[in-house]
């Protein structure tokens, strides 16, 4: 079964950046697309930003253009680089397959404060 585990959230100031990672086991990863989500206090998860198995990508528009999503599929890994970050990117951000999800991951938390 495949794990997902999140990590490189913090505290940042507004306009600052964060690159958060997502290791996934498994070889099915490879042959997935992969999305990352974020929920915030008392809100919906909601989708960020998907990436295919080729690498088109897809953001919502509260970071589009600030966000942009990567893969590593030879490291299993899939990559979210965020800049400009301001207080409404707090949030606990996890990554999974945008379709027939694998169980959760832990997330990771990101704060955005001055």
């Known amino acids: 079964q495949v794990q997902l585990v999140e990590s490189g959230g913090g505290l940042m100031q507004p306009g600052g950046s964060l690159r958060l990672s997502c290791a996934a086991s498994?070889?099915?990863?490879?042959?997935?697309?992969m999305a990352w989500y974020r929920q915030a206090p008392g809100n919906k998860r909601e989708l960020v930003a998907q990436?295919?198995?080729?690498?088109?990508?897809n953001y919502a528009e509260s970071v589009k253009g600030r966000f942009s999503i990567s893969r590593d599929n030879v490291e299993n890994t899939v990559y979210l680089q965020m800049n400009s970050l301001n207080p409404g990117d707090t949030a606990v951000y996890y990554c999974?397959?945008?379709?027939?999800?694998?169980?959760w991951g832990q997330g990771t938390q990101v704060t955005v404060s001055s």
């Open positions: 498994g070889t099915i990863f490879r042959n997935s697309a």
């Open positions: 990436i295919t198995r080729g690498g088109d990508t």
């Open positions: 999974n397959r945008p379709i027939l999800s694998f169980p």
